[in-house]
């Protein structure tokens, strides 16, 4: 069972931002993955979350990520994290 959402992110999360999120992705069973451009980034790895965002996604502002979600808890994980995700450009 898998689950797919577009989001729009802000030009630079935050460290703590950053964070908060890996730490969410990993309170799920399910693979969490963002892709972007063609680049396939494990969502629950701080190291590799945090490297794309400094060396890929920051360059372009206000392009859409996409998060997939695949697993037994894909529906609940793509709702909060996504949710999450939009909240960070308010």
Known sequence: MGAES????PRRLSIGQI???VNAAGSF???????????QINAKGLLSV?????SHYSRNQDEPITLRVEGCDSQDAIKNLSH???????
């Open 50 to 54: 945090n490297l794309f965002f400094l």
């Open 6 to 9: 577009v989001v729009l992110l």
């Open 19 to 21: 964070n908060e999120f």
């Open 29 to 39: 069973e399910s693979e969490i993955l963002f892709y972007y451009q063609g680049i």
């Open 84 to 90: 999450m995700l939009s909240g960070f450009i308010e």
